[in-house]
């Protein structure tokens, strides 16, 4: 039998996860990069943000975990291999955009710490590096 969500939990679970891709958002500004997109929806899958700096696409997601290592761990093979599906449908959407280079990372959020941004986690297969 399917276990219960509670609804006032799940609720909260989504506004830490909007806080946590507005700090990340915010983040990536601050170095300089441009973003594209938020919750990107496609019958694929979501991805968080999409961002561009020079000629690099970058494909984020963002998660918030007590640690990075909870955090990565948290972005399983299946997940991975939805946000490149999904970023080929973007890619699809936006062909003046076909020819950047592009890339996957993930910015983790820890509560009482500076986000941080790790580049080039897994590839367009979704594979880790």
């Known amino acids: 039998m399917a276990k219960a969500i509670d609804p006032d939990r799940r609720r909260k679970a989504e506004a830490r996860g909007r806080r946590a891709e507005t700090l990340a958002a915010w983040w990536?500004?601050?170095?300089?990069?441009?973003?594209?997109?938020?919750?990107f929806r496609s019958g694929a899958g979501e991805i968080d943000l999409i961002a561009r700096r020079g000629r690099t696409l970058v494909?984020?997601?963002?998660?918030?975990?007590?640690?990075?290592?909870?955090?990565?761990?948290?972005?399983?093979?299946?997940?991975?291999?939805?946000?490149?599906?999904?970023?080929?449908?973007?890619?699809?959407?936006h062909p003046a955009l076909a020819a950047l280079d592009r890339r996957f990372d993930v910015i983790i959020t820890i509560p009482g710490r500076l986000p941080r941004h790790?580049?080039?986690?897994?590839?367009?297969?979704?594979?880790n590096w």
């Open 28 to 39: 990536l500004r601050l170095k300089l990069y441009r973003v594209l997109a938020r919750r």
């Open 59 to 93: 494909f984020v997601e963002v998660k918030q975990r007590a640690s990075v290592d909870e955090g990565l761990a948290a972005i399983k093979p299946a997940a991975r291999r939805r946000i490149a599906r999904a970023a080929e449908l973007w890619i699809a959407r």
């Open 118 to 127: 790790m580049i080039s986690v897994f590839d367009s297969e979704g594979r």
